[in-house]
């Protein structure tokens, strides 16, 4: 793929304001040999944190097989990498390219973004699985006025994905004890996937206190649950909580969780929190 930037480093002042008829000229020379579904016009920095960021990608797949290559040998189990490697390229999630187990990469550009990467990572403090879900709790609190005071949030969703019943080390369990630390009136969650028991035996984990537990209502229904919030966020992607996909306007009429109320997704296309204007439940 070919990142057209917008605007080359080095260009005078005037060509840089130029950047988009610039990225335009680019695409037709770029044209000649490269398909259309392959060139990605960006900025600058998005074009130099996407060469940082696919070479890391890269790299961890090289170094993940070097272990696991490693791992076969020193547990002495019978394991062979040669039959791992494969069967993991199977999941169409992943698939099979750079799973070969060898002696490592080499080359500068690997060894310099890599580097890169990890210092912005550094500087930014980043752990970015919990910071992602602590974003997500602080980005509720801040479009609700900066308060949850007297307010009910509706949780849709509480498995760790859709079609399981597995809770375990949920999305919506982490986002519970976020809010929960906020003077809200109630926390609703309701999931079609798991039964209500299984959901409150999860939040007892998480070591809220007594007066935080009673505010935390676990519906068998979503009737109930959707009824007078001021935020519902949808921590997991069932296909009844949202249309077709989650983040698209569904293809016919849909009932409000409330007129005015906030209702946000976990995850939209790019990994962002989005704010979606409607609420379908079928």
Not at 62 to 89: F, Q, T, Y
Not at 92 to 120: H, P, T
Request: net charge positive.
């Amino acid at each position: 793929m070919d990142i057209l930037r917008e605007a080359s480093l080095g260009c005078p002042a005037d060509l840089l304001q130029r950047g988009p008829p610039v990225a335009a000229v680019f695409k037709d020379v770029y044209a000649a040999w490269v398909p259309a579904c392959r060139r990605v016009t960006a900025n600058t920095f998005s074009s130099e944190l996407t060469e940082l960021v696919a070479n890391t990608m890269l790299v961890q797949r090289i170094s993940s097989i070097n272990a696991v290559s490693v791992m076969c040998k020193e547990i002495n189990l019978g394991a062979d990498v040669d039959d791992v490697s494969p069967a993991v390229g199977k999941d169409e999630r992943l698939g099979s390219k750079l799973l070969q187990a060898g002696v490592g990469f080499g080359g500068s550009c690997f060894e310099k973004d890599i580097r890169n990467l990890a210092y912005l990572a550094k500087e930014l403090h980043l752990d970015i699985n919990e910071d992602q879900r602590q974003r997500f709790a602080r980005r509720v609190v801040r479009e609700l006025n900066g308060s949850l005071r007297g307010k009910k949030i509706v949780i849709l969703g509480f498995t760790f994905k859709d079609g399981t019943n597995d809770t375990r080390n949920s999305i919506a369990v982490h986002v519970i004890k976020d809010l929960a630390s906020e003077m809200r009136q109630e926390i609703a969650v309701f999931d079609p996937g798991c039964a209500a028991a299984d959901i409150l035996e999860e939040v007892r984990r998480i070591g809220l206190s007594t007066v935080q537990m009673e505010r935390v209502k676990i519906s068998a229904g979503w009737r109930w649950c959707i009824r007078g919030p001021s935020a519902a966020c949808i921590l997991t992607p069932w296909r009844q909580f949202h249309g077709r996909g989650l983040g698209n306007r569904p293809t016919r009429p849909a009932k409000t969780a409330k007129s005015g109320a906030h209702v946000f997704a976990a995850r939209g296309p790019d990994g962002s929190l989005r704010e979606l204007s409607i609420l379908e439940i079928e």
